[in-house]
């Protein structure tokens, strides 16, 4: 028998039930002479019982036995085990009609008449036995699809957590900003992130990360980490764009990048800078919502080009306060309706001649419309809305606080003193950004994060009128001609291009005398000054003009402000408590 029956390369666990010896001992000597393991059982209950206990691959049951008979045995280890599926072949001499629908609506999967034909039973075990194999694969590919579908379960919640934690920023609540995200999946690789930094300004980033869902999500990771910690810092747009793509480059593959639009409103300067790379044109609308300015990308996106190719030039805006600043990613404009329509600019720009508090629900509801039937679009869609109006320099500046006459030397706070100094020449004047790296210092140094704010600004105003008026020598009244804003601009960057010669110096000491804390500013510039007493007489007297009222601003804000050595020097004491 065994040279008739040819070997099988798998191992059978096979479950013969059938109350008369001589049959059992028949099957299972043959079963065992196919290389396969015969598992013994003398009624159903018994059956029962061991297919629980020893997980068979094939049980044969004789149909009439004592206690259980071999339907009811079906039924039961059908009913026991729902997920784990096992094929049952009918043994009898029963082989009418019924019979042989009875035992396949009890659970069987075949019938053997008796006596058993071994040639046919061994073609039907071979048959069984592939069945089983491919139900193993199922249950195989079923459990390994059950453990990626968890894994992937956490790994969305991780990622919902990430995205959320850096996406929900402050920023994003602050009355000059409107925004919306809508992603076409669960993730979006779109990211939009606002910040308020220590001097006021506001800061918008808008990034488009290559792909969709959880992937291109990862990709903004990064560039929302620098973009939030620059800004806070006060960090120029294009000084955070070359930070984040050197990070980009460092960290992700070459074919994963972001097209990405960044925006600062800076009120204290009047100044607007757009820095745009490879996403949709940034627009400045005016009250009407017409396009007063249009900053198409100038770069490539972030992550592509290599450090020392990388430009972070950027646009700079005369500041409008009547004016909005609209960011959006290109998947507006190309959101498809049901006949593959795109939206357009054409209708991205209609919708903003809305009134400004409805241009935002306006794109919405056209967009809605444009989609139809389609309903959700194919690509992430982000928006970015910021009003110039809301814009103040003092919006986070707190007043000084008022000196306490109850103050006695038994309750005067000790502080630790301290000083720095720096100076500065030609190269660092022209790379560095020497107030936002400044104010990063002294707030690791001065626990007291509300005097942050302040003290950047003061840093910031004395600074840029040593840089402006001292060093480069460029006159403020350049900016009240109907272009002067620009061509201020244009020729201080063209200066601080040509210099050849000049220098700053800045010491920041902390002091305690009688009943304040203090910290004393001193910013020297190698220039020949300028008229200081004028200049503040000239803004006491109209405080419109649109030039000088950063110092006035200081001058509120300080203890004391003294100009030396003909405005070539300035002192400003700035009261902590």
Known sequence: MSGTFAQN??????????????????????????????IQAHNGREAVELFSRERPDLVLLDVLMPELDGYEACRKIREAHPDHWVPVIFLSALSSD?????????????????????VV??????????????????????????????KAEEEALLGGHLMEHMTETPGLHDPAVQHWLAPAGKFSGDLITAVRSHNGSLYA????????????ALNVFPAAEVFQTMANHGFPVGTIATEINRKMRRLMPLDRFIACAMVCIDPQRNLVEVWNGGAPSVLMLDQEGAVLERCQSQHPPLGIMPEELFSSRVDLLPYNKSASIFLSSDGLSEAESASGEQFGDERIEHALRAKPEERLATIQTRLRQHLGQEKKAHDDISILLLSLESQSPVASIKPRPARSRATTPQTIRPVQRWNMSFSFHINQLRSLDIVPTITAILERIDTSAEHTAPLHLILSELFNNALDHGVLRLNSSLKEAPEGFEKYLHEREQRLHDLQEGSIQIGIEALNEQDAELIRIDVKDSGAGFDHVGLLKALEAHPEQPHGRGIMLTRSMCEKLEFRNNGSEVVAVYRCS
């Open 9 to 38: 390369a798998a191992v059978l666990r096979i479950l013969v039930a059938d109350d008369t010896d001589l049959n059992l001992i028949l099957l299972c000597s043959f079963i065992e002479k196919l290389g396969h393991i015969a």
């Open 98 to 118: 019924e019979d042989l629908v009875k035992g396949l609506e009890s659970g069987g999967d075949d019938y053997l008449a008796k006596p058993v034909n071994l």
């Open 121 to 150: 039973l061994n073609a039907k075990i071979r048959a069984m036995q592939r069945i089983a194999g491919l139900q193993r694969q199922i249950r195989e590919k079923a459990e390994e699809l059950s453990n990626a579908y968890f």
């Open 205 to 216: 980033m808008l990034a488009d990360a290559t792909g969709h869902g959880l992937a291109a």
